[in-house]
């Protein structure tokens, strides 16, 4: 017995030593960070949050008057303040789809900005009802953080940026680099595997806040900056002179960016992954901000049910008849958010891509709302 006893604490001790010597240096903090993370989330996470919240936000929101959103602490295009406090961004109309589904008003939205390391915690201690903040998802964080993903409001995949004065070419010269990153997200579990696959050495620069990232890599602190690709189009234009700087052609993972609701309240996921699915499907049938109004008039059995003329889509949602035509007089469809938030036309210039609807050839695919 002794023996046995004596054998499983070795076994032990040699798991964790083996992990320590396998990962090295910073790679070893951030993955320990997030499997600290995890674990304690999941401490606190796999039965409370579906006691305390069950069913229970939609009314709760209803009876508050508001939607309360995660956001980030700045990313143009996706979810940012301006002067006035006000947000804008494509994961902000994702929160403002939902209040306008829910009190038929858009603007009922507060905004909670998060750094990416506080972002779970905030959904799980009830803090905020729906966290729109560019989250990838993981199999990690669908199955171990008490958490689930309401759909894909933008494809996504990690890139690195340079200065073009640093003559490097692509991602395979950036052997030795000094990179910057931010704490508590897939970037540092991707660029640790990706330079590990390739034997080469760096040098992880990670702060918290995205700020502190622009800022050092602005300065010089890092050779190359390291996020979502469309973060790096965001926060580019952040940089003092963002024309010396270049993106890698690489894209090194895959980052599907959504809303993410608490496990145990399947009417609020229910209500979240239809607001994202009725901003799709309106772009698929040509449904807009503009033409809504005549659309109420239509002689399309679909476009009749999309504003709620028919069926019973809204009420089974325990939501009004005209939820969705709501969204759309409101917010407007997936395209139409693109356009204004991101497009060719904004600052942040992404072009849709993967991210056009599926009659385009994209993947953006709402389920059939009948
Ligand atoms: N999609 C990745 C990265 C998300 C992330 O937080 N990216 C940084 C890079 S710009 C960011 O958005 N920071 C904004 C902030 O901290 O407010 C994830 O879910 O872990």
Known sequence: MKDLIVGIVALAIGVAAGYMINDKGTQVASLEEENAGLKSQLATSSSAP???TGGQTIANVKKKGFVQCGVSQG???FSNPDASDNWTGIDVDVCRAVAAAVLGDSTKVKFSPLTAKERFTALQSGEIDILSRNTTWTATRDSALGVNFAG???YDGQGFMVRKSLG??????????AVCTNLGTTTELNVADFFRANNMEYKLVAFEKADEVVAAYDAGRCDVYTTDQSALAAQRIKLSSPDDHMVLPEVISKEPLGPVVRHGDDQWLDVVKWSLYAMLNAEEMGITKTNIGTMMNSDNPSILRFVGKEGDVGKNLGLSADWSANIIKQVGNYGESFERNVGPNTAIKLTRGVNANWKDGG???GMPGR
């Open 152 to 154: 894909v409001n933008y």
């Open 75 to 77: 990313v143009p295009g």
């Open 50 to 52: 579906a006691a305390k």
């Open 363 to 365: 993947l953006m695919y």
């Open 168 to 177: 490097v070419k692509g991602a395979m010269d950036l052997a030795g680099a």
